[in-house]
């Protein structure tokens, strides 16, 4: 270990403080007990993130935490579930430091504070290379509500919250420079910031539970995360490019190099929610989102057979060259 | 990725077999959902296991598999809770080969069956260096009956299930191969399998709900983790070395080079049993392990202050250079 902390350490000093869930037992326990609630379900997720993979190493660590807390709340969104808490593995590389440290547990204390996420237990050990985070967040949600990604069915209208692609797109200004230069300051700086900073959309979690027949998150790019729930379904779908919500940023970057569309749409990162809503549920799902305040784009259709059918401006289907990022 | 499976491949074809848990959604979603039963509390716990830190990146990747999910389903022995399910995120390093992750699976897959612990849900990334591996295991255990670390009381007898050391005597013999050859073939094959194949003794769960005040399990030495027990609890503790369970092979090590007796208090890998058990229950305790065959030792006793003091064969009481093994 290069900091001069041990592992009691770095628990007592840094993690304890953010265990506010008496099931954590202080972090002075083996293990986390807690007791559900009568009625709910429980959702658990786990996702790794490893340094120059899932993220840049040089990030500033307080977004690294904030990234590795929020992709997970995202799949517990996804499930219309709340969050109860976190366990956290952190694997530090050699020469860590205690003032990264010490930022890195701010970051991740202000996240478990802004969406009730305590922390509830986990692992500290060191790495073998690079900086390895696992996360796993436990939520909870009514019993028997929670969608699932096998429920979408023809005729059932395809959603998805907030922008697509503004992640992507952010990680592409990060490689490449010259585009950086191209693009102008405050769209860099929003399109970087989505990339750094997912946002969970976990003030969704009522609507889905309500109104979604399906639902899972945008994590790989959307068509290929689309492509997987059309496939657990057993259906195939429609929808038009031109419906895809872009942010400014997105569409004036586009517009400068159109190719950066396919990037968009199967880039990854962007941590929004696709959902199915049968034709039934659209006003009471709309009407939800629309109170919470959170923008929803309906992007076309859930057909019989299988598939996806993305038809562009011209009205010609697209054809990407690939359907989704791999992580692996 | 060096081999030519795609991370859906690798869960279709190794992982997904595994999920046999409902809850699992076939590994198909972006989370588990589980329905507690009523009357049970939950006990979560996440462990992480780093290549030439937890274990040699060339043990046999069945025996890696096995002490990942070992080691955590202790954690859950130590609370009293019979597992529910786990999840695993496997970070793959270059070079892995699909040979290497149908062992993986299969030891996995034994594991999971054996202690009826299904694969829940995960994740699959790209390491950055060696293998690293997280589990996080579930286990209910009927609502407020979970042993902490915090309750042990002056007068309570101190015990251990098992033999302690073995697991760290073994690790001695696989870097210091001049002793491994001094060793008799059994002993040595005995002990080099403790440390490869930790024994979760879930057969304890039951003794330990009902009779024990505080419980831990036994991952980095008797020595600091009992310590650290007593200071979670308040209190002290007066042991005699004689009292603490060791194997024959252990024994015959130990007889010819002494000085490993402190190795086999402080090394760590034991992944037995601590527990402080008032003496109303100890009758009950004692029985209730024969009648699940497993043996326990009764080491000592809980004491008012602070401290652990080991009493050695003259009377004096023993020294540490060390107390415990760190992975950090």
């Known amino acids: 270990v290069s900091a001069a902390l041990s592992e009691d350490d770095v628990i007592a000093r840094y993690l304890a403080p953010l265990a506010t869930h008496p099931g954590a037992l202080g972090l002075l326990d083996d293990a986390a007990v807690i007791s559900p609630e009568p009625g709910y379900d429980l959702v658990v997720t786990k996702d790794a993130l490893v340094a120059d993979v899932h993220f840049f190493a040089e990030d500033p660590p307080a977004s690294i935490a904030r990234k590795a807390v929020r992709v997970n709340l995202s799949d517990l969104a996804a499930k219309g579930a709340e969050p109860v808490g976190l366990l956290l593995a952190l694997a530090l ?45 436990l939520g909870r949600v009514p019993g028997g509500t929670a969608p699932r990604r096998t429920g979408a069915r023809p005729g059932d209208g395809l959603y998805v919250t ?72 057993g259906v195939g779908a429609s929808a038009e490019a031109k419906l895809v919500p872009l942010s400014p940023a997105a569409r004036e970057l586009i517009a400068a190099e159109p190719s950066l569309f396919e990037t968009a749409l ?23 989102l629309a109170r919470v305040g959170l923008a929803v784009a309906r992007i076309g259709e859930v057909v019989e057979g299988a598939g996806l059918t993305i038809v562009g401006a011209e009205g010609a289907p697209l054809a990407f060259g690939r359907d989704a990022y791999s992580h692996f």
């Not at 204390?109 to 500290?124: I, Q």
């Not at 992640?167 to 990060?174: D, F, N, W």
């Not at 199967?266 to 939800?288: K, N, R, W």
């Open 93 to 137: 590389p050699q020469g860590w430091t205690e003032d990264w440290l010490a930022a890195f547990a701010a970051g991740l204390g202000e996240d478990c504070a802004r969406y009730r996420a305590p922390l509830l237990g986990g692992d500290t050990v060191r790495a073998s290379g690079g900086l390895t985070i696992c996360v796993t967040a």
């Open 162 to 233: 907030g922008t697509i692609g503004d992640a992507a797109l952010g990680l592409r200004l990060r490689l490449d420079t010259g585009l950086g230069e191209r693009a102008r300051e405050g769209d860099r700086d929003a399109l970087l910031d989505r990339y750094l900073h997912p946002r969970p959309r976990l003030e969704a979690i009522e609507a889905l539970r309500r109104h979604a027949s399906a639902a899972m998150d945008v994590s790989d790019g959307l068509v290929g995360d689309l492509s997987k729930l059309l496939r657990a379904s």
């Open 266 to 288: 199967t880039g990854g990162d962007d941590y929004e929610i696709l959902a199915t809503v049968p034709g039934s549920e659209a006003e009471g799902f709309e009407g939800a």
